[in-house]
């Protein structure tokens, strides 16, 4: 299973933020989590490792990270119907045995001593200069504060179902350590370019780049085939989740959400690449024809599970992908320009009702029917 595939299936019950995407009752909600800011500041210093705690006040050297529709966001979901869910008590057909064979892989921890850094680090950040320094650090900035929302979400997790469910608590405090060591590593190399994120994405080219090393700009590219490992086991363990509670993948309300869900995750993925595409023609990729790669391999990976996905593999749904891209550049462009405010809203008006328009229709494109409660025989095969 690719890693944003392993990424997808993780989120199946967890969402950014947002009210217009929140799930109704009989699914898995999602609300705001973690701190009441939900900025991350990123601190700056003439000398590698003086980063410190980030001051009240704003000083000379330190951005932020603004949050956008399209930026990561921290995780959360209905903890109290998760309590629900997998109480033993409550649900006795629950598959314990699957469960406890998963906590025993989780236990092993394959990647304990994996995560060691070196001094190439250090000097593939000191060689990387220019356009390309800048978006590799915006990248370390996304991923690090993707990793600490996963972090954050599964030690909660753990703490919440300690008592109605320990072997699901368990795995879930397990995962937290995972992503806090995924955290910590990317937090790591942001101090090899002076900074350092206050809180404490993975990118899915790993076999590019062990075929093309002159792409390889940085080592941490070289630890992505355990840590795709550790996604993997996440994955699997959210398709067990869901396994083992059929009720929301065997109505037609399941098949809506399930395409719901997989259109708003490959949206924004494409939209968010196509706004950063110097970070993979940097390291020797077309952004386009990659995450299309990335989305069809992934929305395989999900049709084993849902209950319906998205036809993706339909030459008409890479045109409306791209067809949503141009007019996100229009609103950029509209957002850029020096007219007053007044003339920009209304400029925006028909962009946005074009964009609603195209997402809408990707929805109604006819449906690919699938799911099954069982796992596939096969493992997609990622050839970048």
């Not at 995962?175 to 090899?192: I, Q, V, Y």
């Not at 209304?346 to 997402?359: C, D, T």
Request: with cysteine; hydrophobic share 40%; glycine share 4%.
């Amino acid at each position: 299973m690719a890693t944003t595939a392993a990424a997808a299936a993780e989120l199946v019950l967890m969402k950014p933020s947002n009210p217009v995407t929140k799930l109704r009752r009989s699914t898995p909600k999602v609300a705001a989590l973690g701190p009441p800011c939900s900025r991350f500041r990123v601190m700056a210093s003439s000398q590698p490792g003086a980063a410190t705690a980030t001051p009240k006040k704003k000083k000379a050297g330190k951005s932020e990270i603004n949050e956008t529709l399209l930026t990561p966001r921290f995780y959360t979901t209905d903890f109290d119907e998760m309590e629900q869910l997998f109480n033993t008590e409550i649900n006795r057909n629950l598959n314990q045995t699957e469960f406890e064979a998963l906590l025993n892989e989780f236990k092993t921890d394959y990647n304990q001593t994996h995560f060691v850094r070196n001094p190439e680090f250090k000097e593939a950040a000191d060689k990387m200069q220019g356009p390309l320094r800048k978006i590799f650090v915006e990248f370390l900035e996304r991923s690090c504060t993707a990793e600490f929302s996963g972090f954050l979400l599964y030690k909660e997790l753990g703490r919440r179902l300690k008592k109605t469910n320990p072997v699901v608590a368990e795995i879930f405090s397990l995962m937290s350590r995972d992503e806090a060591r995924h955290a910590g590593f990317l937090n790591k190399g942001l101090s090899d370019f002076n900074l350092a994120l206050d809180l404490g994405f993975l990118t899915k080219a790993r076999k590019h780049l062990k075929a093309n090393p002159e792409f390889q700009v940085y080592p941490i590219f070289k630890y992505f085939e355990n840590w795709c490992q550790d996604e993997n086991r996440h994955g699997d363990f959210f398709s067990a989740l869901l396994k083992a509670q059929p009720q929301f993948l065997n109505d037609w309300k399941a098949k809506l959400w399930s395409r719901f869900f997989c259109l708003s995750v490959y949206v924004t993925m494409y939209l968010n690449d196509c706004q950063r595409t110097a970070f993979y023609e940097g390291i020797g990729l077309d952004t386009k024809e990659f995450d299309m790669h990335v989305i069809i391999e992934t929305n395989r990976t999900t049709a084993r599970i849902f209950p319906a996905v998205l036809d993706v593999e339909n030459p008409e749904f890479k045109r409306k992908l791209d067809r949503m891209v141009e007019i996100i550049q229009k609103l950029t462009a509209v957002g850029e320009s020096q007219e007053v405010a007044v003339v920009k809203n209304l400029k925006r008006i028909p962009l946005i009702a074009a964009l609603v328009s195209e997402i809408v229709a990707a929805y109604l494109m006819p449906p690919v029917e699938s799911g099954s409660v069982d796992f596939a025989d096969f493992e997609p095969q990622i050839v970048y």
